[in-house]
């Protein structure tokens, strides 16, 4: 198991002009050869127009356990949603 | 089913559970799904590496019955829609062994324990196709129990499995329906001998398909623990039973006869009777004793073996390509 193939993540963008989107992972020797394989496994009834792929190993990730530090604090920001604001019904659509 | 008789580990009681497991199954009760790199018990994560693993396996090892047939299909284009459907099963064993990898086993020693023997795949893929109407009746009855299956998996607790759940349940509807297409045709605008053929096919496929499901619930050892984990959602006799009751009238309308005298409506508990398959033999295929057990698995291996050199060839040639690049970045700065 010398040579195993490294791990690729797939990002596709799907047909309306969307971001690119995480659709899955495959293995193959090298960054062509991804795409390739990920053409053939995650586009095959056109599912998208554009593919990237990265190395599984390069993509730096928050660690489950920093969930709290890291989102709550957004949580008791309720005033970033403009819902949060009445606006008198005589003004009209804002 | 695809995954069957997955070995489930610790079943435990609330009490027995630690604080830590508590909170997980707490989670898993409120429906949250498990992400890889959270924390899980040992056991959730070693039998969902079997489970997903073998459900793998059966996708790959699934192509071979129904490769067998892609040089002799009817028509060019029965052709072409094999193809489609054999390359499909190909990328469901691919986005499986990915949901497998994300919790810390790779795809080659995946790859090693089937070809070992030490994991397996579905019974079902051990019985030969040997007449086009086999084809025909794998897409119907096979993938259709297959799709039993995996739609409720659809709900599994586990992040990764579930997306590839709801991956292959979009692709998998046209597999059904090629399958019933095939015999369509032979059942109902072919001659008298292209109906025997599909009857012969029904007649051989009927048990192993209802054996998919695995064991009868009062025999599933391990269906608690995977339940209590929504690993599995349904039981083995629930999805069985529904299975059944799907076919019934596919048959009736294609004028085939299901191989089981004791088949009947039963009003009161709104479903059919049915005879069980023989278990002694589901354990004897599952034992490796089946008629296409080593015939598969031999496959498997050469295929694995004969495409080392190639595989080998291309890591070799992109470390090549890295240390060039690597070289002229050097050189320029």
Known sequence: MSSEWPLW???IRGQHGLNHRHVGSLHASDAEMAICN????????????????VKSNEITASAPSD?????EPSNS?????????????????? | MYAQMVKAEGAKSREEMSDQERAFQDRI???EKIEPKEWMPEGYRKTLIRQIGQHAHSEIVGQLPEGNWITRAPTLERKAILLAKVQDE??????????AE?????????LAALHSGKMKYSSIFNYPTLNWADIGTVGWLVDGAAIMNQVQLQKTSYGPYSRAMIRICKEESFHQRQGYDILLKMCLQGTPEQKDMAQDAMNRFWYPALMMFGPSDKDSVHSAQSMQWKIKINTNDELRQKFVDQTVPQAKYLGLTIPDPNLKWNEEKGGHDFSEPDWDEFFEVIAGNGPCNAERLEARVTAWEDGAWFRDGLMAHAKKQDARRAAARLAAE
Do not use: C, Q
Not at chain 1, 38 to 53: F, H, K, L, Q
């Open chain 1, 9 to 11: 993540e797939v990002f």
């Open chain 1, 38 to 53: 990920a053409r053939d496994v995650y586009t095959r009834r056109n599912e998208g127009v554009s593919i990237w792929v």
């Open chain 1, 67 to 71: 969930k709290g530090p890291l989102f």
């Open chain 1, 77 to 94: 920001k309720v005033y970033r949603h403009p819902t949060f604001f009445d606006i008198p019904a005589e003004v009209g659509h804002m």
């Open chain 2, 29 to 31: 009760d409120r429906g």
């Open chain 2, 90 to 99: 190909a990328g469901h064993g691919l986005y499986l062994y990915s949901a």
């Open chain 2, 102 to 110: 994300t919790l810390g086993v790779s795809r080659d020693e995946l």
